[in-house]
């Protein structure tokens, strides 16, 4: 870029459109695309029905999907329903994307659609992948933004071309051709592996576990590994007699056998990490937990580690030198409360210090998502022998709904010792929110306070008989941004 251009807004703009301008092979996708460009002209994007018209190569060959005001990452389909049916399978106009029969396919065009609407600029994808008939096939994916009122990126045109690319008698596939992933899960993480499979089109692998009746375990896997791209879900939490130790030995083994029988890559799909509340010495010869276990999956030979809302993202991406995604539920809940009165003041509210950077990266998410500013609030807590303390509140929410957000639900102490303190200062509504439920036996006392008006979690772990029957619990699920996750890393490995 000039130095001209620098300085000159309306050259800058074009210059980045330039630097950002896909150049698709196949005609139709060209053609498309020069008619994306015919009708933007200075505006934002063109409007959808500037595009859709008897005639035009859009209306022909493309599909439009518009962003659901009720709900953040949400497509419906408006048009193009027969020219979607290649990418995401048979779908008919009005349905939602999430509900598309190619999981795969439906997972890999909403990320799109999300970097789309945050760059305002038409993306062009390559990828490998299958045909029904199980041939290698090249495949242009075309997305460009559109907008109904030339404000905001509401819509988004996409085209698809794809052909055949290799032969079974020639036997070459290019490099980027990548076999489809396995995806693994232990029984006691199925509920989760299932769903993530699902959203992925895949079906979840055989294992066999095996126990000895010394106590000792064997895990196998029943698919052939050799050279492939694998993915174990597992999660780390106490799951009826299996402890928090017997787990993770459990998948720290299984990582092992799976790198012995020639895995090319090996992800950890571990939604709850355990160990990740011990980052840092607080007594004298205090443990480093976190950074054991990061060097435990090391040694194993794991590739990647995805795993949602950890304890401390900072000491996290510090204890960990393979590659690591970390996903936050911050677009689920702030979703789950826009249905929140247009009059109503709101306040998210960190249980301790520690904690009011992830608040704060939350708020954020929620103002966008109700359109208001949102106040904050922190409390003060000292933990000494299981003692907690602490009386420092800084922050209004008299008057206020509270979202009181941490990490984790176990016992419940430090989440009932906040929303007490909200409600000695004047709240209105009092929810608990987050990501983990793990919820100890104890736990159901210590929430059982008629203040609490609602408690808010994710399904990372599996919640208890005792803690599901309570009418103030909603559960969200996250399946779908797991698999975004295990989608990107795929894409970025084949890459």
């Not at 990452?73 to 779908?91: D, F, P």
Request: glycine residues 6%; neutral net charge.
């Amino acid at each position: 870029m000039t130095m001209m251009a620098k300085l000159n807004k309306t050259l800058t703009r074009l210059f980045q459109r330039l630097d950002s301008a896909p150049s698709p092979v196949d005609e139709r996708l060209s053609a498309v695309l020069q008619e994306w460009l015919d009708r933007r002209q200075q505006l934002i994007a063109p409007s959808p029905k500037a595009l859709i018209f008897p005639g035009s190569s859009a209306a022909d060959q493309g599909f439009i999907f518009q962003r659901d005001p009720s709900a953040p990452r949400r497509y419906l389909l408006t048009s193009g329903a027969n020219s979607a049916e290649v990418l995401i399978g048979e779908v008919s106009t009005g349905d939602h994307l999430e509900t598309a029969r190619n999981r795969r396919g439906a997972v890999r065009l909403r990320r799109l659609f999300d970097l789309v609407g945050e760059t305002g600029e038409p993306i062009l994808a390559l990828f490998g992948t299958k045909s029904a008939e199980g041939k290698s096939v090249y495949v242009e994916l075309l997305v460009a933004p559109l907008s109904s009122n030339g404000k905001n990126i509401d819509a988004f045109l996409s085209c698809v071309s794809s052909r055949q690319v290799a032969s079974a008698a020639t036997k070459t596939v290019p490099h980027w051709i990548q076999p489809t992933p396995l995806l693994f899960a232990f029984e006691s993480s199925k509920h989760l592996g299932e769903r993530v499979a699902a959203e992925l089109g895949l079906s979840l692998s055989p294992i066999e576990e095996r126990v000895f009746e010394d106590g000792e375990e064997k895990t196998r896997p029943l698919a052939h590994v050799r050279g492939r791209e694998v993915y174990v879900v597992s999660g780390l939490e106490r799951s009826g007699s299996l402890s928090v130790h017997d787990r993770l030995c459990k998948l720290l083994f299984f990582i092992a056998t799976l790198k012995t029988n020639g895995a090319a890559r090996v992800t950890a799909v571990v939604p709850y990490l355990a160990y990740m509340r011990k980052d840092r010495q607080t007594k004298e010869q205090d443990p480093l937990n976190s950074a054991y276990v990061a060097r435990f999956f090391e040694t194993v030979g794991t590739d990647c580690l995805i795993t949602m809302e950890t304890h401390n993202l900072a000491a996290f991406q510090n204890a960990f030198r393979c590659h690591t995604m970390h996903v936050t539920a911050y677009e689920a809940f702030a979703a789950f409360f826009a249905n929140l009165p247009r009059s109503a003041k709101v306040s998210v509210v960190s249980p301790d210090l520690g904690g009011a950077k992830r608040a704060d990266m939350f708020r954020e998410v929620l103002e966008k998502a109700l359109h208001q500013p949102i106040g904050k609030a922190f409390l003060e807590k000292q933990r000494s022998q299981g003692v907690v303390s602490g009386d420092l509140f800084a922050g209004d929410v008299k008057g206020r709904v509270v979202i009181i957000l941490d990490d984790i639900i176990s016992s419940g102490t430090t989440m009932a010792r906040a929303a007490q303190a909200c409600a000695e200062r004047g709240a209105a509504q009092i929810w608990l929110c987050a990501t983990h439920g793990l919820f100890s036996k104890d736990a159901a006392v210590g929430l059982a306070a008629p203040f609490i008006d609602g408690i808010l979690v994710t399904d990372t772990v599996n919640i208890g008989e005792l803690h599901r029957g309570d009418k103030r619990l909603t559960v969200i699920p996250v399946a779908a941004l797991i698999a975004d996750a295990v989608a990107q890393c795929h894409e970025s490995a084949a890459g």
